[in-house]
């Protein structure tokens, strides 16, 4: 497994009443492939644990979220960065996906993750990483 910037229990959104986390079991039952959502905030680790690697992935043990084109999904970590290449900006609280140069944003509604163009006033681009390290990610050339 890649080594981590951060070990966070928590991916939580800013936007509307900033309750709602990442999530990969939200939407049904997990499969190797499925959508990442959004639930609220439980703060038991589980399904709302994610990691950032030092290569940009946010995962959970070996799945990656991922990008395409169509919608985030949840997807086997391939270690080729591409799709499931992600940069956070810790002073902006910004998740940018590095190949479309758009941004992770929470829909209004809360339902489900957009990709969108980067706007640092818009609240639903803004992500709390629990536990983050501006040093780590320093020293792998993340900032």
């Known amino acids: ?34 959508s990442v959502g959004l639930y609220w905030c439980h703060k038991q680790g589980g399904n709302q644990y994610w990691m950032l690697s030092k290569d940009g992935e946010i995962r ?17 970590c391939h270690g080729m960065k591409g799709n499931q290449e ?16 758009k ?3 929470m829909s209004r509604d809360g ?11 818009n609240a639903y681009q803004q992500w709390v990483f629990q536990e983050y390290s501006a040093e780590k990610a320093r020293q792998y050339g993340m900032l």
């Open 60 to 76: 959970r043990d070996e799945s990656c979220i991922d990008y395409a084109g169509a919608e985030v999904m949840i997807f086997p």
């Open 103 to 105: 941004c992770l944003e």
């Open 111 to 121: 339902a489900k993750l957009l990709i969108n163009t980067c706007d640092s006033s």
């Open 1 to 34: 497994m890649s080594e981590t910037v951060n070990s966070s229990l928590k991916v939580r959104n800013r936007g509307g009443g900033s309750k709602n986390c990442l999530d990969w079991a939200s939407r049904g039952h997990r499969k190797e492939t499925s």
């Open 86 to 101: 992600w940069r956070y900006n810790h002073q902006l609280h910004q998740i940018l996906h590095v190949v479309s140069e």
